[in-house]
């Protein structure tokens, strides 16, 4: 019989096996020496996680699941290390792999960027959700505007339903890079 243990990751509370929770602790452990970011460190532990805790509520079917070791080594693979290294053997026989969904393509999401804001994020989290220029959807919404005030409605449903970008791993999905540990570091620093 396996021994299991009740550990809090990312606010939410998982059962683990302890061989896999002794797995887990030592790649977090390592992770927060890798992670050379200074004060902002314990802002990147948390995103790190929550981001785990997102991905271990995805595989597992209902809350009484175990989770086991290699749901542990799945994630450890997926995040990787902050400055993009390989796993060194210390984690078991993992290789990184990208984050994607089912279809096999990282998944994309319509954000507010909380970063390029001028007055709600709206057009910023735009251009970076349609890969264009900042400016010109900027100049879009100021020509809708002057032209029946449709520009001004659209930039306030907008406003509503978006949520803002706030933690590195929506940053991540909003610009449409894998939520891996490397790309979350390039955005915690901007908080």
């Known amino acids: 019989m396996k021994t299991v243990v009740n550990v809090g990751i990312g606010g939410r509370s998982f059962i683990i096996d302890e061989d896999a929770y002794l797995k ?20 990147v532990m948390d995103d ?10 995805q595989d597992l079917g209902s809350k009484s699941e175990v989770v086991n070791l290699s749901l542990v080594n799945k994630v450890i693979a997926q995040l990787g290390m902050p400055d993009g290294s390989a ?16 279809s096999g393509r990282v998944r994309k999401r319509f954000y507010r960027d909380s970063d390029n804001t001028i007055i709600g ?17 900027r100049v879009l919404f100021v020509i809708c505007f002057f032209c029946g005030s449709v520009g001004f409605w659209a930039y306030i449903i907008f406003w509503i339903v978006a ?9 991540c ?11 979350m570091s390039k955005f915690s620093h901007n908080k």
């Open 87 to 102: 796993d060194d053997g210390s984690f078991g026989n993992t290789n990184r792999t990208t984050y994607s969904s089912e």
């Open 24 to 43: 887990l602790d030592a790649y977090l452990n390592k992770f927060r020496a890798k992670t050379d970011m200074g004060y902002h460190t314990n802002e």
């Open 173 to 183: 999905e909003m610009h449409g890079l894998p939520v891996t540990a490397e790309n």
């Open 48 to 57: 790190l996680e929550m981001r785990i805790a997102e991905l271990f509520q």
């Open 163 to 171: 949520p803002k970008a706030e933690t590195a791993a929506q940053k």
């Open 121 to 137: 994020g709206v057009c910023s989290g735009l251009a970076a959700y349609l890969n264009l220029d900042i400016v010109l959807i």
